[in-house]
Nanobody, 123 residues
Framework: QVQLVESGGGSVQAGESLRLSCTYT?????MGWFRQAPGKEREGVAISSGDGGPTYYADSVKGRFTVSRESMGATMFLILQMNNLLPEDTATYYC?????????????????WGQGTQVTVSS
């Protein structure tokens, strides 16, 4: 399995931005961000297919969130840039890695998960 560690969460006002970062030990073709709000099921937010490949977003975040892969030396990062945050974006955000030739916003495809980072957006 892949070791994943998220960082960058915090508390912001609506309209502000946050940048989440996930460091990982081994790259997988499908890597993405999921979130879970209190009392709700975990949902897919953004997916990266390969290095420089297609990306996919939940309808609720399209145009506001961007997922990308970066590296610094031997360290690899999965980045989620979140702009124009809304109160409904409040959740615990998880980084995940999975395999496959096609990547989906379904958590069933992902078998490695980080511990999560909290994002709170107030109005």
């Amino acid at each position: 399995q892949v070791q994943l560690v998220e960082s960058g969460g915090g508390s912001v006002q609506a309209g502000e931005s946050l940048r989440l970062s996930c460091t990982y030990t081994s790259s997988r073709y499908c890597m993405g961000w999921f979130r879970q709000a209190p009392g709700k099921e975990r949902e897919g937010v953004a997916i990266s297919s390969g290095d420089g490949g297609p990306t996919y977003y939940a309808d609720s975040v399209k145009g506001r969130f961007t997922v990308s892969r970066e590296s610094m030396g031997a360290t690899m990062f999965l980045i989620l840039q979140m702009n124009n945050l809304l109160p409904e974006d409040t959740a615990t955000y998880y980084c995940a890695a999975g395999s496959g030739t096609l990547c989906y916003l379904s958590e069933a495809q992902y078998n490695s998960w980080g511990q999560g980072t909290q994002v709170t957006v107030s109005s």
